[in-house]
């Protein structure tokens, strides 16, 4: 019978070895988030499409999902021209782990231009994200809309 002495330090020691990777994600998940609120404010199709994993997929509520990297940026291409602003709150995030998946959820509110006036709607939003050679990238992002019908 092996007899291992631990200690405190020897235990804070090997918690923080095994959360760091994970502290590291959720600051890399956090600037990818934020990349992704500029790329919609400055209505970039192009960046913002980058931060999807090449064979990611959009789903937005009421629509069929739209998959692929080209496709995405084709869609945000065409959405910027009625999207008048768009505000995101994050309110959670949770990484695998494995630290190669996480997701994050919150809301979103968009505001479209209309003919006589904009239309707004609240929903909510789910990203999941998928950690791979290229680092974090979006794999799916859901969107729902809070209206009732």
């Not at 239309?119 to 979006?138: A, C, H, P, R, V």
Request: glycine fraction near 8%; charge should be negative.
């Amino acid at each position: 019978m092996v007899m291992v002495k631990v200690t405190l330090r020897g235990l804070i020691l090997v918690a923080s070895l095994l959360l760091a990777p994970l502290a590291q994600a959720e600051s890399t998940l956090e600037e990818q988030f934020e990349a992704l609120q500029s790329a919609m404010l400055d209505k970039d199709h192009q960046r913002l499409s980058e931060l999807f994993a090449y064979d990611g997929i959009l789903h937005i509520a009421n629509m069929p999902p739209v998959e692929g990297r080209p496709a995405i940026g084709g869609f945000f291409s065409r959405l910027f021209f009625f999207l008048e602003s768009t505000r995101y709150t994050h309110e959670y995030t949770s990484i695998a782990a494995g630290n190669d998946v996480a997701w994050m959820t919150g809301r979103v509110v968009n505001t479209f231009a209309g003919d006589r006036e904009s239309t707004s709607y609240d929903g909510k939003f789910l990203m999941i994200w998928e950690n791979g050679d290229d680092g974090w990238q979006i794999a799916l992002y859901s969107v729902s809309n809070n209206a009732p019908n």
